[in-house]
């Protein structure tokens, strides 16, 4: 889910790259699925758009208690699903279009006692589903090594092993409960940063909210589910906000269309499978100068788009388009 802004505070949140997305996919109609319903924008946009209905899916129940306002002003054309998009093909068939946004909510962000951000103290939580292994469960029972591994292959912190060995000492102390205390840590095993770098602890909070949530393994599952889930015709439309993620976007919507390449003049490529998917962004698109105004989030955002063909869904190899697997027990070049 996309990190939201608002006009005012009465204002409906207004996801990420809505206006590119709307003018890639329009005309929007049929049926359409939002993976990440969060504050639920994308879904209003494509209703105002077009659409006759939208399967809103989240795995957070405050989204839909937070969309009981509003929700009714679109009557039945809006079916809540409390579940995870990497099962979407079990709530909906023969969708015209399915969007995802792969972003942290600023109403998680926002609630202290949701523990995913550094700047707020609050419980060491991070889960978005508020079930399962917490943050603190894996600081405080994983080992060094494991820990050092989700926050290199997660996190991209290439001070992992220093970090993970910092949280292993503290915790013979006192285990960790809330946000800051583990941030305090982290921030003891880095240079002070320079004006406008981000905060120390920010890559290792992205690698154990994703741990946390299995998100590349969510991404991984939900695009082949989308491909079982579109209709002939449908659209995928992804917005991504970190390398990895638009990485493995773009290698898995590659592969699905035939375009990973690979071929010369001796060994020519052999298309193997007829192509799932049609590239319709070539190139990822990212926020124009009027959304960088509007919100400096939105910087890092990324939309790639494509149109399902009629051949037969299939499956990919997650390490093919470049899905992080932690490695725990073999060497690395962390420090």
Known sequence: ??????????????????RPLLAA?????????DGTFGAGGYTRGLLQAGADKVYGVDRDPLAFQMAKDWIGEFDDRIECVAGVFSKMDEYAQR???VVLDLGVSSMQLDLAERGFSFMRDGPLDM????EGLSAADIVNESSEEEIADILFHYGEERASRRIARAIVRERAV??????LQLAEVIEKCLPRPKPNQSHP???SFQGLRIAVNDEYGELFRGLMAAERALRPGGLLAVVTFHSIEDRMVKKYLQARAGKTGGGSRYAPEVQL???AFELLTRKAVGPDDQELEENPRARSAKLRVARRTDAPAGNVDGKKIGMPMLTAGKSGGRR
């Open 201 to 203: 602890a920010t890559r």
């Open 273 to 275: 499978e007829a192509p």
């Open 95 to 97: 969708l015209d279009g």
């Open 174 to 179: 006192a285990p960790f409960k809330t946000t």
């Open 127 to 130: 889960r978005m589903s508020q």
């Open 25 to 33: 996919v329009a005309p929007v109609s049929g049926r359409w699925l």
């Open 1 to 18: 889910m996309a990190d939201k802004a608002s006009q005012d505070k009465n204002a409906p949140h207004i996801p990420v790259l809505l």
